[in-house]
């Protein structure tokens, strides 16, 4: 069974500077994906950014970047320069190799900017 | 060109009562998949629907059943309410699945927040 853990329930930034939000995962497949989105308190999950397991570079979506750490079986997202829209929570997420877009989740790191 | 969008936004039932929501999913997407997300939780998968059928299922009991229609709309029926089945119900779509790869993102909609008192 796959297995997301995210160990940091709140952080605090102050606008423009980076924030690294914590991600490890668990799973016995070889070939995964790893999602992070943000969730404001509209409740719309949005797509940040995404690692495939096979991938040798880390991936970067403007501010975003994801640090990946295969070994260690960690995808901590950066964001970098903080705005105060970044405010939200955040969830890092696997999907297995079936394909079939089924995701599981970590319980979220609520990300707040503080001006 | 219109998201995936559910209805109703908001939903307040009484314990033991029925209750059905609904989601459309993004235009061109033919599969979608129910989360529910309990307060300070991460979402949870309840199942998949693809081709009007039922192709996978999380960790729900039998009072959580679906539907698909010929035009890939979903909807979620949740019977004999219980209390610890308030939660935001989120619906994501997929594209095809010749279109899909492993990164392909499931878009989400806004969810509907049901609480059962």
């Known amino acids: 069974a796959q297995k997301i853990t995210q160990t940091q329930p709140g952080m605090f930034v102050q606008e423009k500077e980076a924030v690294t939000l914590d991600c490890t995962y668990d799973?016995?497949?070889?070939?995964?994906?790893l999602f992070w989105y943000k969730q404001p308190s509209s409740g719309e999950m949005i797509f940040l950014i995404y690692?495939?397991?096979?991938?040798?570079q880390n991936a970067t979506e403007g501010r975003y970047s994801l640090n990946f750490q295969k070994a260690r079986k960690s995808a901590n997202l950066v964001i970098s320069a903080s705005q105060l829209g970044d405010s939200a929570m955040y969830f890092c997420?696997?999907?297995?190799?079936?394909?079939?877009?089924?995701?599981?989740f970590g319980k979220g790191t609520m990300l707040l900017v503080s001006p | 060109d219109a998201g995936v969008t559910q209805s109703p936004t908001h939903l307040i039932k009484t314990r033991g009562q029925q209750v059905t929501l609904r989601c459309s999913p993004k235009?061109?997407?033919?599969?979608v998949s129910w989360y529910q997300q309990a307060l300070g939780q991460g979402p949870q998968f309840i199942f998949q629907?693809?081709?009007?059928?039922?192709?996978q299922r999380g960790n729900f009991p039998d009072r959580f059943s679906g539907h698909q229609f010929p035009n890939y709309s979903s909807e979620l029926n949740v019977n004999a309410l219980l209390l610890g089945d308030s939660a935001l119900y989120l619906c994501?779509?997929?594209?095809?699945?010749?279109?899909?790869?492993?990164?392909?993102?499931?878009?989400f909609g806004q969810g509907t927040r049901l609480t059962v008192v």
């Open positions: 994501a779509s997929s594209p095809p699945a010749r279109g899909r790869s492993m990164n392909t993102e499931a878009f």
């Open positions: 799973t016995s497949d070889q070939s995964y994906g």
């Open positions: 690692q495939g397991s096979y991938d040798e």
């Open positions: 997420a696997m999907r297995d190799h079936s394909g079939y877009s089924t995701l599981t």
């Open positions: 235009s061109g997407h033919d599969t």
């Open positions: 629907y693809y081709e009007e059928e039922e192709r």
